[in-house]
């Protein structure tokens, strides 16, 4: 088989990027390890920056979210069970979304059915070959047998745990990393959210998140130990412990149910650079990880999508590289401001095992801060809702 840009990883990054080219013509093959139910079965982000919002209207996927999605135009976070807000339309002119990712890939899933996109899931053994040269090619077993596929580029949408990042040999790639020691516990329920926005708490029992998926359908989260068991949190308890943890006010009106969905998620930052290396690109967690706290993940990924497709769209409608050779340096450039972001405000968060009571002052101190100064709401805005592309 032969195709003009082979995708690998069949998640929002690698669905994107295949509906975007397809739409200025351009050819695409998807290999995913995974069947599409799986992919579909994983609950994971929730806020869309409007970058993010733009690009999926850019990509034919923007009616259901357009429909279906929350527009927010603030965020909520609090210090000790009291809450102030952070106005993103009045700070900076700019709201964020509240979809799913799992909607997201649904909708993604839909619209490269619709077009007839080829989307080839359960393929096993995922081979990248002679990536630095001009005619690289990817070999996968699929029902059992050997296939190949050349292409004139690889594009690396595969996740962490994928294989791309991993064909980057080893004097290249640099890899910079921070891991925290804690988790988050995640619960979602069918139930109203606790409030019409986001709240993230700082609390000294550790941080907790309230946020929700659509107007009957509430995510919420707390900060775990690293050797938490599911076990460890029936529904009860989790709920007694996020009541602790949130404003007074919203513990007080908080809707509790059954979990449709529990799961713990280790936090973690993690860049690889460069992003190209010969013929392959990559986009999103193959190449970078962030922890939760501010919901950049799946807006990182599209962010990478938005330049690899203007990349590859100029070199086969214009016959202008300039983006090729230039896209790991404008994709590294925006992932380290939002890895910043994500870090400073995992720190700020989250009780840490081994920190001081001068550094709990000094959480409040900048908790207070951004309460009371505009300029500190500003920036936290312009990060929250996503920096330019
Ligand atoms: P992925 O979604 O990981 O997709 C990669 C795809 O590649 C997968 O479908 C995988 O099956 C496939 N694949 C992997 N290896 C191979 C292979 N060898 N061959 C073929 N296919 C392969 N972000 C937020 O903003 N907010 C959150 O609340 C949040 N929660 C998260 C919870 C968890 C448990 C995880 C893991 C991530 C979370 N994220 C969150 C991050 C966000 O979900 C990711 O940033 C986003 O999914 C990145 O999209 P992606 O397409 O780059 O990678
Ligand atoms: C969600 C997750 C986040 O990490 C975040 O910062 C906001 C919302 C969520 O899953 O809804």
């Known amino acids: 088989m032969r195709t003009q840009v082979c995708i690998i990883g069949g998640g929002p990054s690698g669905l994107l990027l295949s509906q975007l080219l397809h739409r200025k013509g351009i050819d695409t093959v998807v290999l995913e390890r995974h069947s599409r139910e799986h992919v579909l079965s994983r609950i994971r982000a929730g806020v869309l920056e409007w970058g993010t919002v733009e690009l999926l209207r850019e990509a034919g996927v923007g009616e259901r979210m357009d429909r279906e999605g929350l527009p927010h135009l603030g965020v909520n976070l609090a210090l000790q069970n009291r809450a102030f807000r952070?106005?993103?339309?009045?700070?900076?002119?700019?709201?964020?979304?509240?979809?799913?990712?799992?909607?997201?890939?649904?909708?993604?899933?839909?619209?490269?059915?619709a077009i007839g996109g080829k989307v080839i899931c359960e393929a096993e053994g995922v081979t990248l070959h002679d990536l630095d040269t001009d005619a690289p090619f990817v070999t996968f077993v699929k029902d059992g047998s050997e296939q190949r596929i050349d292409a004139d580029y690889v594009v690396g949408c595969d996740g962490f745990h994928g294989v791309s990042r991993r064909s980057i040999p080893a004097d290249t790639l640099r890899e910079y990393e921070k891991v925290y020691p804690f988790g988050w516990l995640g619960v979602l329920s069918r139930t109203p959210p606790v409030h019409d926005e986001l709240i993230y708490?700082?609390?000294?029992?550790?941080?907790?998140?309230?946020?929700?998926?659509?107007?009957?359908?509430?995510?919420?989260?707390?900060?775990?130990?690293?050797d938490t068991k599911l076990e460890d949190w029936p529904d009860e308890a989790f709920w007694e412990e996020l009541k602790r943890r949130i404003p007074t006010d919203a513990a007080e009106r908080l809707v509790t149910g059954p979990s449709i969905e529990k799961s713990i998620a280790p936090l973690r930052s993690y860049v690889a650079e460069p992003m190209r290396w010969g013929r392959l690109m990559l986009c999103g967690d193959a190449a970078h990880i962030v922890p939760p706290t501010g919901a950049k993940g799946l807006n990182l990924a599209a962010s990478d999508v938005h330049y690899a497709y203007h990349a590859l769209a100029d070199h086969y409608l214009e016959g202008d590289d300039e983006g090729l050779e230039r896209y790991s340096e404008r994709a590294l450039a925006r992932v380290w401001k939002a890895m910043r972001f994500s870090w400073s405000f995992t720190m700020l968060m989250h009780r840490f095992p081994d920190q001081?009571?001068?550094?709990?002052?000094?959480?409040?101190?900048e908790l207070e801060v951004l309460e009371s100064s505009r300029a500190a709401q500003t920036v936290m805005a312009e990060n929250y809702v996503g920096l330019p592309y």
Request: net charge positive; charged share 25%; with cysteine.
């Open 201 to 226: 708490a700082n609390h000294p029992r550790g941080f907790a998140l309230c946020s929700m998926r659509n107007r009957n359908l509430s995510r919420y989260y707390i900060q775990v130990p690293l």
């Open 86 to 113: 952070i106005d993103f339309q009045k700070l900076v002119g700019k709201k964020v979304m509240v979809y799913g990712q799992t909607e997201v890939t649904h909708d993604l899933y839909a619209a490269r059915d």
């Open 356 to 365: 001081s009571p001068f550094e709990q002052r000094m959480q409040e101190a």
